[in-house]
């Protein structure tokens, strides 16, 4: 008979057997599993020496920079071809020769703000793209399936070009149970539920350290494209949609703020310093910020401090880096059912897709005069230094009339 011990003994040595082949089977798959990414790590790495990316590094002094056109992505080429395809048609090569001109002086512009050679001066004009922290890239939204990379700016149809690349994505499911085939019919009060996209700053989670690399790689491969707006008017239309109707949200975190810092009592002449608690309490006392106080709180350096700006507010070249990623497309709120009309051509689905229509009260530019009365003219000219990148880089003239009132 075994004694006891020497039983002990055998079913420990069996244990240990066990786990020291679970332990050879978990370290054989992990390896495997290093083998693959070490491939797909070199194999992204070829792609991105084979064709460098003018974008990455700091400009040089006294040296223009190239900018990205048909290195970059497969865009220049496909414009190319539908010039080509449209000279023949009365009209049409016309039409096509004047929109491939009008982004070339976009991107002109942009690579001569951008340039070290350019005298306007702004936070990280010369920063390398891997210094831009990573919950700076939030806004650029990736699409894998078209190769296609948008860096969404609030107040400029923003909404309707997330449904758009919400149908490319086919990231949401309509209620038949397949994805949104038509923008039109994505709701849009999911269009802002960030869960839905894959963005750069999400990238971290899915490829670790290996994420700056990829996100080079596509910056590489993919089109890239963005929508701007005059500044100005971009301010008024943020104004307007979120302190001149209730927004809890809103009024709790700036619009409080801004009566508490610059309001003068409460709006009936009472001089009281109460400020409503909610934005419903507050709207039903007519009280609210006024323009002026909202201009006078993007100018506080206390604002900052704080925190960013919201991106409603925040400088388009800042949400998009302009300066570190060379955008293959350009488009403007002023042009948009043109400019978006020709995107979706060069993307190859024009086909499939057609651009939201928008029947909402638009800010129009005439009406900055108005918005600007009761702003002192010494704000004016500091609100446009805030600014002023965005204006210069993307087009829009100086408003002399609106800073010389």
Known sequence: MTPPLSIFSIRCNLVTMRMSRHFHLAFLLGSA???????????????????????????????????????????????????????????????????????????????????????????????????????????????????????????????????????????????????????????????????????????????????????????????????????????????????????ENFYRLFGSIMLRRYGNGDRKGNGSSRIPESAAEAFKEGIHPSFSEFVQYLLDPETERTQPFNEHWRQVYRLCHPCQIHYDFIGTLENLEEDSDQLLRILGVEDEISFPTSNRNRTSASWEHDWFAEVPDELRSKLYSLYEADFEMFGYPKPESLLHH
């Open 33 to 247: 599993l290093m083998i693959l990414l070490i491939i797909n790590y070199w194999e992204d790495l070829r792609m991105l020496d084979a064709h460098p990316h003018p974008s990455f590094g700091t400009p040089k002094p006294a040296e223009r920079q190239p900018f990205s056109q048909g290195t970059d992505s497969d865009l220049g080429e496909r414009w190319r071809d539908e010039r080509e395809e449209r000279k023949e048609k009365k009209g049409v090569g016309e039409k096509t020769e004047v929109e491939w001109r009008r982004q070339e002086e976009r991107k002109r512009r942009i690579r001569d703000v951008c340039s070290a050679n350019g005298t306007l001066k702004f936070p990280g004009k010369f920063r390398k793209f891997d210094d831009i922290p990573n919950r700076e890239l939030d806004h650029l939204i990736v699409d894998d399936k078209h190769k296609v990379i948008y860096c969404y700016v609030p107040k400029v149809a923003c909404t309707n070009w997330k449904r758009v690349m919400v149908v490319l994505s086919e990231s949401l499911m309509a209620p038949d149970g397949r994805p949104y085939q038509s923008p039109q019919a994505v709701p849009i009060e999911l269009t802002h539920n960030m869960s839905l996209y894959l963005t750069f700053s999400k990238f971290w989670r899915r490829y670790g350290r290996l994420s700056h690399h990829q996100m080079k790689v596509k910056l590489q491969t993919y089109t890239k494209f963005l929508f701007v707006r005059d500044p100005f008017v971009r301010l008024i239309s943020a104004f307007r949609n979120k302190f001149l109707q209730p927004n």
